[in-house]
């Protein structure tokens, strides 16, 4: 029997289904991210957009299509998050604004409804770019509207078939629209998870049995108690950090060593070997330490060795910080109500990561910070809820990462009774320099424009690790490098954090540079900072060398170049 049309009850259980269907699948889309960095973030920023979404449609006592389009829409767009999070709930607001007057949709709202998605996404991007979750969307609407033009009969199973056909039509497709993703070997991301949206909406069209449950979270519980329950053990894959050194009393060739790192792959991941001189240094993260050494001990005798329980540490780790940042949260909240503040002219709103940063922040007057950036991208509504509290007429808000501009852009077009200007810095680095160069007697328009020009002359490379095997900008890299960022592309790659960092300031510097910039992340002792300090300063003696604490976690550097 075909189905001719979809009423509230069943769209709101296909957006659910959808939902669920991405989350199920947003580690494996998180793994499809280009850079191999150890926060990328698609699937959790995709997930994290429609289940706010869905928590509103879930919560819903009567289903309307109207209702259910409201709830699709504020809830995604509130919750948006990262630039995927945000080009997914623009497609979704788009949608919503042609089914929330219908009673039921057919082919002809469908079809209808996924052309205004599209028209409504491009529109929020300032430089669509093609071969992303927006193309994907496109190829999709375009073949609903020219099977109905050649069908106007057409069933809404045979539409939807359809859809999701050419979408993972121009899904496969997109590694020969950018070139970054034909030599990373992945399609795009975002399309990705487009796709499975559709999938699962689809399954549950067809009458598929889905669990439709979405998990709101148990109030009894406090935030760093549920933190502790929920991330740690799901985030680690393998659970023990195994390192040690083998004193190599067998002969060791260059076909041993790649036979050991294939076993060593099958049982775990984050592999570093290297050998020098009858020696053989050895790093992984497997479930099994055991067999490691039991491998390691047939070519030689063991030294140096450590084992880490990596999910108890993070586990720990998460619940001190979630127990620290709900403490310091309540402290502000009551600060807050204690202080009644007069409006005043300008304000500022910071993203930031890192006691380090957050404090040069707040020194150069930041009125509030936002705890984010790489590795949790803030959603449109944390931005909602600072602009909230900065009582000023004009803020300028700084979310000092790429993936984080759009979200500040969607809360800046939702706020009617502040003036928002949204400065795009990329880096933080970039967001230190506009609020350096505010000047209160400039309008600020004047003051806007002067910050977009004076962050374009600041360059930004920061050292992280690789998390996978991957081939990127003309470099092979292997799980457990260190990497060299830049603001386009990776400078550097190698198997120590000093020499990478001094031949990524290289490929910043040029004629003009003036000043070079280190912030020092969590996991880096402060004489080791120091110690490539004086080396920067001593090879670029014509420049000014800073460094500061970052305190920023995963990125061992932060390091600036203008």
């Known amino acids: 029997m075909k189905i001719n049309t979809i009423d509230a009850s069943l769209c709101a259980r296909m957006f659910l289904a959808g939902a669920k269907n991405l989350e199920a699948k947003k580690e494996w889309i998180n793994e499809l991210n280009v850079f191999p960095v150890p ?14 979404a869905a928590k509103e449609v879930a919560g819903l006592e009567t289903v309307t299509m109207e209702t ?93 078939k359809a859809v999701i056909r050419r979408s993972e039509e121009v899904l496969n497709q997109t590694p020969e629209m950018l070139p970054v993703l034909k030599e ?82 099958s049982i775990g991941d984050s592999i570093v070997v290297v050998s020098d001189d009858g020696i053989v240094k050895v790093h992984v993260h497997t479930n099994d330490p055991g067999l490691a050494i039991q491998k390691a001990l047939t070519y030689g005798s063991l030294t140096s060795m450590k084992i880490d329980n990596m999910r108890e540490e993070h586990k720990e780790k998460l619940f001190k910080e979630s127990e620290k940042k709900e403490a310091e949260k309540k ?17 500022f709103i910071s993203v930031s ?37 900065v009582n000023a007429d004009t803020i300028f808000i700084f979310p000092n990462n790429k993936n984080i501009i759009l979200a500040a852009n969607q809360a800046r077009d939702l706020t009617e009774d502040k003036k928002i200007i949204v400065v795009p810095t990329k880096t933080v680095p ?12 400039k309008t600020p328009e004047e ?44 400078l550097a790659v190698g198997r120590e954090i000093d020499p990478v960092a001094e031949e990524t300031v290289a490929l910043m510097m040029d004629d003009e540079s003036e000043l070079i910039s280190i912030y020092y992340g969590e996991d ?16 670029y003696p014509d420049c000014d060398v800073e460094l500061n604490y970052g305190g920023q976690p995963i990125y061992y550097y932060i390091i600036s170049v203008e």
């Open 39 to 52: 926060d990328g973030d698609t699937g959790t920023n995709m997930t994290l957009t429609i289940m706010s």
């Open 68 to 160: 259910f389009a409201k709830a699709v829409s504020s809830g995604s767009l509130r919750g948006a998050r990262g630039n995927s999070g945000v080009i997914l709930s623009q497609l979704l607001r788009g949608f919503t604004k042609v089914i929330r007057s219908e009673k039921e949709i057919d082919t002809v709202v469908l079809a209808s409804a996924f052309q205004k998605a599209v028209e409504t996404a491009y529109k929020a991007v300032m430089k669509p770019k093609e071969g992303t979750i927006l193309t994907v969307a496109r190829g999709g609407a375009d073949r609903a509207v020219a099977l109905l033009e050649e069908n106007p009969d057409l069933d809404l199973d045979t539409m939807l």
């Open 184 to 265: 990373a070997g992945v399609v795009d991301s975002g399309g990705q998870g487009l796709l499975q949206v559709l999938k699962g909406a689809y399954d549950a069209f067809c009458g598929k049995e889905v669990d439709y449950t979405i998990e709101a979270g148990s109030g009894a519980k406090t935030g760093a108690a549920k933190a502790a329950e929920t991330e740690a053990p799901a985030e680690i894959r393998y659970g023990y950090c195994t390192e040690f050194i083998i004193l190599l009393e067998k002969e060791y060739t260059h076909e041993t060593e790649l036979s050991f790192k294939a076993y060593l792959e």
């Open 331 to 347: 402290a502000a909240e009551e600060k807050a109500l204690q202080e009644v503040k007069e409006r005043k002219p300008v304000g």
């Open 353 to 389: 990561i890192g006691e380090g940063i957050a404090e040069i922040f707040r020194d150069l007057g930041v009125d509030y910070l936002i705890e984010g950036g790489q590795t949790m991208n803030p959603s449109t509504e944390d931005m909602l809820n600072a602009i909230e509290k």
């Open 430 to 441: 970039q967001g230190i320099t506009a609020i350096i160069n505010y000047v209160p007697e």
């Open 447 to 490: 003051n806007a424009q002067t910050m977009e020009e004076e962050i374009s002359h600041v360059k930004t490379g920061q050292l992280t690790y690789a998390v996978r095997d991957t081939h990127i900008d003309e470099k092979v890299i292997h799980a457990g490098d260190i990497m060299g960022v830049g603001d386009h592309a990776i």
């Open 524 to 539: 880096m002792k402060e004489e080791e900072a120091e110690a490539l300090h004086e080396r920067i300063a001593k090879a």
